[in-house]
Nanobody, 119 residues
Framework: QVQLVESGGDLVQPGGSLRLSCSTS????????MAWYRQTPGKQRDLVAS???????NYADSVKGRFAISRDYAKDMLYLQMNSLKPEDTAVYYC?????????????WGQGTQVTVSS
C-alpha cells in the first residue's frame, strides 16, 4: 500500500523559511501529477501547489512567489520550499496526487506536518 509521509514542519517566525518533504514509494512522484495541500481546523483541505509529470508547476495565489514545489525522482520525494512565511500560512500540510476535478483517486492521506508561523 502506498504511504505518504510528510515532514519538515516547525514553528517559525514571520518572514522565515521552511522546506517540507514528502516521502513516497513505488515511483509515485514520477508517475503522478503531485500536489501539496494544507488544512486548518474546521476548514477544508486546500491546494497549495502542484507539479505535473512534465514539470509544470502551479500555485495558489496566496503563495505565488513565496513557495516552490519540486521533486526528486530518484528518491521518490516531493518538496515544498516555503519562504517569506506569514501567520496565515499556519496549517497542517499534506502531499498527495493533484486532483483538479475532485473526482480522481487519491492515495491514503498521511499524517501531515504542522507548520506554525508566529512571533
Amino acid at each position: 500500500q502506498v504511504q505518504l509521509v510528510e515532514s519538515g514542519g516547525d514553528l517559525v517566525q514571520p518572514g522565515g523559511s521552511l522546506r517540507l518533504s514528502c516521502s513516497t514509494s513505488k515511483d509515485i512522484v514520477r508517475i503522478n501529477d503531485m500536489a501539496w495541500y494544507r488544512q486548518t481546523p474546521g476548514k477544508q483541505r486546500d491546494l497549495v501547489a502542484s507539479i505535473t509529470t512534465g514539470g509544470t508547476t502551479n500555485y495558489a495565489d496566496s503563495v505565488k512567489g513565496r513557495f516552490a514545489i519540486s521533486r526528486d525522482y530518484a528518491k521518490d520525494m516531493l518538496y515544498l520550499q516555503m519562504n517569506s512565511l506569514k501567520p496565515e500560512d499556519t496549517a497542517v500540510y499534506y502531499c498527495n496526487r493533484n486532483n483538479p476535478s475532485g473526482r480522481s483517486y487519491m492515495y491514503p492521506w498521511g499524517q501531515g506536518t504542522q507548520v506554525t508561523v508566529s512571533s
